[in-house]
């Protein structure tokens, strides 16, 4: 599963801010800004600590799904108790041994599977057993599909709730320090050859200390 990490941009909304300025813009000089975004990505806390959930959150679905995956050939009842045991706190030796029975055990019908594919004629019981492990493999794999788009649709939402979160504190953040230096627009510094007052440390200075709050 790829890796995805929060990004930053200035949003339409805050840009639409220089267009809608207090009187006082309007009879001074005016003034403009820029803002290091790559710095703010880098040093903005609450947001390197939302990029940690978000990757935690990716993680532990990639590790549910995967331990799934493992147990596939397991009966309905082995499954549950799998499942039981991997939810469960700390693990004990215990328990650590009968999971890596259960998957043994999956590993096991996995190769018996294979081998009664290869046979070109099969025993009444062969046959049978291969009908119960094929029945169960194709349940099982259209449960891990469709488990597989849920985490995604997930962890897609999850993205964009973290995402807004994120964009808008600072848009926020910018907008109060604009207010404070009386600034007509704020431009992202990268776009910017030269000139502009650089806003990032005050940004920076207000989103931090809301975050350390």
Request: proline fraction near 1%.
């Given at each position: ?72 050939l397991l009966t309905d009842a082995e499954s549950q108790e799998f499942a039981d045991l991997s939810a469960m706190g700390a ?123």
């Amino acid at each position: 599963m790829k890796r995805v990490f929060l990004c930053l941009a200035l949003g339409a909304a805050f840009m639409g801010f220089a267009m809608s300025m207090p009187a006082w813009a309007e009879a001074d000089v005016p003034k403009w800004g820029v803002i290091d975004m790559e710095r703010l990505a880098i040093e903005y806390q609450e947001m390197q600590r939302l990029n940690q959930e978000f990757q935690d959150f990716q993680r532990g679905q990639e590790i549910e799904l995967q331990e799934k995956h493992t147990a596939r050939l397991l009966t309905d009842a082995e499954s549950q108790e799998f499942a039981d045991l991997s939810a469960m706190g700390a693990p004990t030796d215990v328990r650590t041994q009968r999971l890596t029975e259960l998957r043994g055990l999956s590993d096991e019908r996995e190769q018996r599977l294979l081998e009664l594919r290869k046979k070109d004629e099969c025993t009444e019981e062969e046959a049978a057993e291969r009908q119960e492990l094929e029945a169960r493999y194709e349940a099982r794999m259209a449960e891990l599909a469709a488990l597989q788009a849920k985490m995604k649709a997930s962890r897609v939402a999850k993205y964009e709730d973290l995402s807004k979160l994120v964009a808008d504190s600072v848009d926020n953040a910018i907008k109060a320090v604009a207010e404070e230096q009386k600034l007509t627009l704020v431009l992202r510094k990268d776009s910017v050859m030269y000139g502009g007052v650089d806003i990032t440390e005050a940004v920076l200075a207000k989103l931090n200390a809301k975050s350390e709050k």
